[in-house]
Nanobody, 116 residues
């Protein structure tokens, strides 16, 4: 069992930055892929970014490419999402998730609100 706790969300003006963290319990974090997802009010949850277990491979949805960076520190059992040049349309609850071949474990989410 893995427990995930996101932090770092908040209110920021358009053009600003936030860094989200995802702290994982358990010893197997380093073996999992990790992803970030988001859900805006009235919308489906959507994929944002993914990183492989070693941190050597990343994938981003088109709308955040060049602005967001996913990373991880396996020694600290923590993943990150650096978000720069934030836009009002980035407003959502952000979730981290981990798993082997699918996302088996999810955090509770952290709210990101970008004002115009």
């Amino acid at each position: 069992q893995v427990q995930l706790v996101e932090s770092g969300g908040g209110l920021v003006q358009a053009g600003g930055s936030l860094r989200l963290s995802c702290a994982a319990s358990g010893r197997t974090f380093s073996s999992y892929i990790m992803g970030w997802f988001r859900q805006a009010p009235g919308k489906e949850r959507e994929f944002v970014a993914r990183i492989n277990s070693s941190g050597g491979s990343t994938v981003y949805t088109n709308s955040v490419k060049g602005r967001f960076t996913i990373s991880r520190d396996n020694a600290k059992n923590t993943g990150y999402l650096q978000m720069n040049s934030l836009k009002p349309e980035d407003t959502a609850v952000y979730y981290c998730a981990v798993g082997n071949w699918q996302y088996d474990y999810w955090g509770q989410g952290t709210q990101v609100t970008v004002s115009s």
